[in-house]
């Protein structure tokens, strides 16, 4: 039997990159799931390929960080899968800058898509988990939560993640519902992109520079990280909650 089979899954931020990835590994595990995104144009995309693969998915046009619009498509994603046994928390930016420099506004918008998004998705998907009695709570932190430079604000989001599940993972264990959070390494995505753009360096550059200093010689695909996700999500990790799984091809990268 498939490892989600039956499940249905609410993955925000899964029009592209890691999300999409993780989108794309529960369906091909037999989980119904809906995604939430920005972009309207990348979810059009996303449903044509899931169609053509013959998965059921659900598209959601979402801010996450508007409480009234992931309340509304939490409920409806309710309505057309039938339940929501599993949440991932994955949507996120980056506003990357020295801390000198950094404006509130750099701040504030880091802050509020990674943390009040996912107090908002966790806090409305909850009720419905508590309910019955099961539930998944993934949540995307990263490495640079143990700090990086130039992501004074990112670094604290990720480390926020990391309090938000040990504290949900105490106060829904006995519901069923386990949280954790997966904190990726350097993956090759349109936000490492974005990265690479901003150090004036081509995306190749900054891959083979990373690739020197992660011991598994080589940097993440968003494949990993999916791969990381399922094994959080599936039945059989019922004891395991309140972890942070680093997922970066060897320690402290
Ligand atoms: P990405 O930029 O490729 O994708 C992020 C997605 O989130 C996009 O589809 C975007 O539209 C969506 N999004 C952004 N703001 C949103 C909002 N307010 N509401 C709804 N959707 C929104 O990024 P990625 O590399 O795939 O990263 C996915 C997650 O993994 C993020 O939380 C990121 O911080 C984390 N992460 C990434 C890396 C990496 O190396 N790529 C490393 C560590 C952690």
């Known amino acids: ?5 039956g499940r249905s ?3 925000t931020g899964g029009s592209r990159g890691i999300g999409k990835a993780i989108a794309r590994a529960m369906a091909s595990e037999g989980a119904k799931v809906c995604v939430a995104d920005l972009q309207q144009q990348s979810l059009l995309e996303l449903e044509q390929e899931f169609k053509q693969q013959g998965w059921d998915l659900f598209t959601f046009q979402v801010d996450v960080t508007d409480r009234q619009q992931v309340e509304q498509s939490i409920s409806t994603a309710v ?3 039938g339940s929501l046994d599993i949440l991932v928390n994955n949507a996120g930016i980056i506003r990357d800058n020295l801390f000198y420099k950094m404006e509130d506004n750099d701040w504030d918008k880091v802050m509020d898509v990674h943390l009040k998004g996912a107090f908002y998705c966790s806090r409305a998907a909850q009720a419905y988990m508590v309910k019955q009695r099961f539930g998944r709570i993934i949540n995307l932190s990263s490495v640079s939560a143990l700090g990086n ?4 604000n990112y670094s604290a989001a990720k480390a926020g993640l990391q309090g938000l599940t040990k504290t949900l993972a105490i ?3 006995s519901y069923g519902i386990t949280v954790n959070a997966i904190g990726p390494g350097f993956i090759e995505t349109d936000m490492t992109r974005a990265t690479a753009e901003r150090l004036g360096m081509s995306f190749e550059e900054l891959i083979a520079f990373k690739t020197k ?8 695909k968003p494949e990993d990280i999916a791969n990381a996700v399922l094994f959080f999500a ?6 395991i909650n309140g972890q942070v799984l680093y997922v970066s091809g060897g320690p402290a990268v």
Not at 213 to 220: F, K, M, N, S, V
């Open 9 to 11: 899954a609410y993955v």
């Open 149 to 152: 430079r130039g992501q004074a």
């Open 1 to 5: 039997m498939k490892r989600l089979h």
């Open 79 to 81: 309505e057309v899968m």
């Open 234 to 239: 599936e039945d059989a990790s019922s004891f």
């Open 171 to 173: 106060e829904l264990g």
């Open 213 to 220: 200093e992660i011991p598994a010689g080589r940097t993440g």
